[in-house]
């Protein structure tokens, strides 16, 4: 083929490409390579992959507000490799595809006998975006495969995703897991002793957010609003993320009885947000900020936000926050009613772990955090 047509096909493929990117985004693609004597065993290559991957992906069953990254096995075909297959250019469709698509992970591991007579030992390498490639090697028994690929699916998890396990633990430990508080620390603490990387910022200021949340449960509301601050000076970190640490920030300042405070994270939150993020982050910023204006004496203009934010959003802290208000007025008819409303509502709440607001009540009026049951 000459060069002509390869760049005439090229320009032909770029739309394709640029959208490769956006659908592919963050995308981690998973390979597997498993000897004959497992596979005789029902632990094909396909299999490897799934199991994998439906382990990693176990973290994406929390409603996190950043978004989480597409993982897609090795067999997953990108819309630039559907045009490019047909027409013999798979080596033109690869260099295209690593000029635009930069966001990729690639996950490639291999299955080997280990020294021991039962023993299997199971090799990775992880290479992010920029180059940077960790290896990882666990042994395991010959006989349980499914066992190793799964724990090398957390241990890898934890090494290139440190929050999203951490706070997949985090809300363990808020479900009733003793345990799961401290592996959430542990997890924290050993990925921030790293040193900087520009493409971990988002993740390393997000580690602050979990140890801010962390330090409410032990009601130390002081230490929480610190390392939420300390988080915010975390440099090249997403907009999203200062957002979500200025909006945790406004609800301790409320719990503190400090609605100036408040009024001054939240708004440093509105400015910072940038998609993409989960829609419910902009319900719960209009929430705060009724919040606030309740703490700020206007109940009025507070009840009308919630009204508003009910009618959005399918959720119980509107309705609750509203009986408050109720109350407080000595509306209890209404009182009632919102209440009862907001305990069917409860059982559509998705829980929002990144947010203080989504695991506790804050009483405006009185102040302190009560744990959400």
Do not use: C
Request: hydrophobic share 45%; charged share 20%.
């Amino acid at each position: 083929m000459d060069i002509v047509t390869i760049m005439t096909i090229s320009s032909l493929l770029l739309g394709a490409v640029v959208g490769d990117a956006v659908l592919f985004g963050r995308t981690m693609r998973v390979d597997f390579s498993v000897p004959p004597a497992i596979v005789s065993q029902g632990m094909t290559e396909e299999a490897a992959t799934n199991i994998f991957v439906a382990e990693f992906s176990r973290l994406s069953d929390i409603a996190y507000i950043l978004p989480y990254p597409t993982i897609a096995s090795s067999s997953t075909q990108s819309l630039l490799s559907v045009f490019a297959k047909p027409l013999g250019i798979d080596s033109v469709a690869e260099v295209i595809q690593r000029k635009f698509v930069a966001d990729v992970t690639s996950m490639k591991f291999a299955m080997v006998k280990g020294p021991g007579p039962n023993e299997e030992l199971l090799l990775g390498v992880i290479t992010t975006p920029s180059g940077h490639a960790r290896r990882f090697t666990l042994p395991g028994d010959n006989k349980r495969p499914h066992e190793l690929i799964e724990r090398m699916a957390r241990h890898v998890a934890s090494d290139t995703l440190p929050y999203r396990v951490a706070l997949f633990d985090y809300l363990a430990g808020v479900r009733g897991d003793r345990e799961g508080f401290k592996r959430a620390l542990k997890l924290t603490q050993e990925a921030l002793a790293r040193e900087f990387e520009a493409e971990r910022a988002t993740q390393r200021a997000m580690l602050y957010n979990l140890l801010g949340l962390l330090a409410s449960h032990q009601n130390d509301l002081a230490a929480a609003d610190a390392h939420w601050a300390t988080g915010m000076q975390v440099p090249r970190a997403t907009g999203t993320a200062y957002a979500i640490l200025a909006v945790n920030r406004a609800m301790v300042a409320l719990a503190r009885k400090d609605p100036k405070q408040a009024r001054a994270m939240y708004n440093t939150a509105l400015a910072s947000k940038a998609r993409p993020y989960l829609h419910y982050f902009d319900i719960h910023l209009a929430i705060v900020d009724s919040l606030i204006t309740w703490a700020e004496g206007d109940r009025k203009a507070a009840d009308a936000g919630l009204a508003q934010a009910d009618q959005t959003h399918l959720t119980d802290a509107a309705l609750t926050y509203r009986a408050a208000i109720a109350t407080e007025e000595g509306r209890h008819a209404d009182a009632k009613m919102f209440a009862e409303k907001a305990t069917f509502m409860k059982t559509l709440k998705s829980l929002h772990p990144d947010l203080v607001g989504s695991v506790f009540w804050i009483d405006p009026t009185k102040g302190g955090l009560t744990l959400r049951q």
